[in-house]
């Protein structure tokens, strides 16, 4: 239980929760970023060689 209330009443606390949450949130986006730009149809005038 102290565990918990140092987690989320102490400065050192609450900045490893928003840390650990942006990281979280970061990687949401950058899957989706991705499959995003995966889906995506290649430009007309793109040439392969």
């Known amino acids: ?3 918990l209330t140092d ?3 102490t400065d050192y ?3 490893s929760i928003s840390g ?3 990281m979280l949130c970061m990687a949401a986006f950058f ?3 991705f499959n995003h ?3 995506e149809a ?3 005038d793109s ?3």
């Open 20 to 22: 650990i949450a942006f």
């Open 42 to 44: 290649p430009p007309a």
């Open 31 to 33: 899957i989706w970023y």
């Open 1 to 3: 239980m102290k565990l």
């Open 47 to 49: 040439k392969t060689k």
């Open 7 to 9: 987690l989320f009443t």
């Open 13 to 15: 606390g609450i900045m």
């Open 37 to 39: 730009k995966m889906a």
